[in-house]
């Protein structure tokens, strides 16, 4: 995808198949930046050791929304392809996420059917179950991951679902493949509830978004921010790694990879709707305004303002704790 050359505009609006184009490009860029790769790494380091293992190891990941979690798990996920073997989908690695309202019937049908199984939803929980783990072995299942863990919270009243994490526990000794349990931070309140859960998943790593408080931290957003800019659909560099527009988006986006990536995709489309072959301050000021954050009431657009001061805005918002150390 990166090698794509895009023709240079040259002025001229794009058709809308060539804006389709540029956002589906702009959308499917995953930068491997190095809490990205720390996490990758630590994935492959589980399955690895698992694989052949007497016992195999087990990882929670956590994080808040949009820091990048299941783009780095259906990126792994991808680089194991399932391929065809005697007859049999052979599918190394699992991917699937936790049903809303999560039982153990719908989280063993949804396993099922990340599997291939047209019969998915037949039977009863037992014998989903016993269908289930026999798949696992007939393809040759070297990893599961099962993301949006914390579905097993009941959305009203915030109890924990506890037959439905009873039956992972299960699945989880029966399954003997490694498994990765991933979801927003407070899904760890099921490990609190289910003491052997807990035991099973005792290695929790925290995924967060980019932080702006040491000198390091602002080179790594930066660095990130350079590397978007070299996957961009243009031509001509945008330079959003500057010190004015780092500052900007870190502001404007907390640091969370989901608010970048969207700013960009309709930077993108509104330059190439207006025939420009790279994204300016007009076009993020406008992209900006599109994108609504409840929440952050203070929030205003960054973009544009000749004397946009970080520490000033962020003390608007109340951010003291995220500016106290910038240097
Ligand atoms: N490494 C990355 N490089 C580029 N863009 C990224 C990266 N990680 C995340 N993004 C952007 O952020 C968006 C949200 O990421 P993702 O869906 O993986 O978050 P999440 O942590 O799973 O959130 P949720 O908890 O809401 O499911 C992605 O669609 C992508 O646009
Ligand atoms: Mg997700």
């Known amino acids: 995808m990166n090698n794509l050359t895009y023709e240079n505009l040259n002025g001229f609006p794009a058709s ?3 804006v389709k184009k540029r956002r589906e490009h702009v959308k499917a860029i995953i930068i491997s930046h190095p809490r990205y790769t720390s996490i990758y790494k630590k994935l492959e380091e589980v399955h690895f050791y698992s694989k052949d293992s007497v016992q195999a190891d087990s990882l929670f990941l956590y994080g808040n929304t949009g820091v990048g979690k299941t783009t780095i798990l259906e990126e792994y996920r991808n680089n194991f392809e399932r391929y065809i073997k005697d007859g049999y989908t052979i599918v190394p690695v699992l991917y699937n996420k936790v049903p809303v309202g999560a039982t153990p019937k719908s989280v063993a049908s949804s396993l099922l059917r990340s599997l291939g199984d047209p019969a998915y939803d037949k039977g009863t929980e037992n014998s989903q179950t016993a269908r289930l783990l026999h798949f696992i ?9 099962i993301d949006e863990f914390q579905h097993l919270i009941d959305r ?5 679902l506890n037959k439905a994490s009873d039956w992972i526990k299960s699945f989880c000794d029966n399954a003997q493949v490694p498994i990765i349990l991933c979801g ?3 899904s760890s309140k099921i490990f609190d509830h289910n003491d052997q859960l ?3 998943f005792s290695e929790k790593i925290e995924m967060d978004g980019f932080n702006y408080q040491t000198k390091e931290s602002q080179i790594e957003f930066r660095g990130f921010l350079k590397s978007l800019d070299e996957q961009l659909p243009f031509n001509i560099k945008s330079n959003l790694a500057s010190k004015k527009l780092a500052d900007k988006f870190f502001y404007a986006t907390k640091g969370i990879p989901y608010y970048v990536n969207k700013i960009l995709l309709e930077a993108t489309t509104i330059a190439t709707k ?9 076009h993020l000021y406008e992209a900006f305004s599109q994108i609504k954050i409840s929440r952050r009431t203070n ?3 960054p973009f544009g303002s000749e004397d946009f001061n970080i520490l000033d805005a962020m003390e608007l918002e109340d951010r003291k704790d995220s500016i106290n150390k910038i240097i």
Do not use: W
């Open 16 to 18: 809308p198949i060539e």
């Open 137 to 145: 072995k007939a393809c040759q299942v070297e990893m599961i991951i």
């Open 156 to 160: 009203e009243t915030k109890h924990v």
């Open 184 to 186: 927003m931070p407070e």
């Open 198 to 200: 807990d035991r099973r």
């Open 274 to 282: 207006s025939g420009d072959d790279y994204i300016d301050e007009n």
């Open 299 to 301: 929030l205003f657009n």
